[in-house]
């Protein structure tokens, strides 16, 4: 089956713009993490999704960043008033049994 | 704060040498993962060790669980260019209720022809 996809898979926008990051998760996975990755880096970890509800927003960086997860699937993740600071790879993983994360290829924000 | 270190943070070597990628930390983990990441793409899951002393192989890839399950440690035989890539670990926190994984920077391989 189709695994995670996110879009767009490069955006490149001017500071202080909104940008909208899209995540598809393997059906029937309950579970979706938002993570961050800068160049050659590890994983920052954003914001978990079971279902619907977000019991850990902890890795947020900030206001300007919020997540939203509807019918149990798809994930957005919003970035208002874009900094050059948030230029990265934001990737995006699901998990079915809280074991094995799922990824998908990430979207590069270049934000000029 | 639990933390995961990743050493070395990077390691150029030639097709057919032996390599060890060790990852620490202070915190007791009740699983390590190991992830490779290639360039473009998210990172893909090799293996998962639970028990205290386990060991795993992967065809020419040996992961190590260590007693205290504190630490772990990667170890490729006769590496290939196809191995070339990012070497994640990653270990579960079961803190309350949220469950998720703390990650350790990586180990950058480049292996050469």
């Known amino acids: 089956g189709a695994g995670v996809s996110q879009s767009p898979s490069n955006k490149v926008t001017e500071k202080g713009k909104d940008v909208e990051l899209r995540c598809d998760p393997i059906s029937g996975h309950t579970a979706l993490y938002w993570y961050r990755q800068s160049l050659g880096q590890g994983l920052e970890f954003l914001i978990y999704f079971q279902g619907n509800s977000a019991p850990d927003k902890s890795g947020l960086p900030s206001d300007r960043f919020s997540a939203e997860r509807t019918g149990g699937s798809v994930s957005t993740l919003t970035i208002q008033r874009t900094q050059q600071e948030d230029s990265a790879v934001y990737l995006c993983a699901s998990s079915y049994r809280l074991t094995e994360q799922f990824f998908g290829p990430g979207t590069r924000l270049t934000v000029l | 704060t639990q933390l995961l270190e990743q050493s070395p943070q990077f390691l150029s070597i030639q097709e057919g040498e032996n390599l060890t990628v060790y990852c620490n930390s202070s915190?007791?983990?009740?699983?390590l993962q190991w992830y490779r990441q290639e360039p473009g793409e998210g990172p893909v899951l090799l293996v998962t060790?639970?028990?205290g002393g386990e060991v795993k192989k992967l065809k020419r890839l040996t992961f190590q669980f260590g007693d205290a399950r504190k630490d772990s440690s990667l170890h490729i035989t006769a590496a290939q260019p196809g191995d070339t890539g990012l070497y994640l670990c990653a270990g579960w926190n079961n803190a309350g209720n949220n469950r998720k994984l703390i990650w350790g920077l990586g180990t950058s391989l480049a292996v050469n022809p």
């Open positions: 915190s007791v983990f009740s699983s």
């Open positions: 060790v639970v028990t």
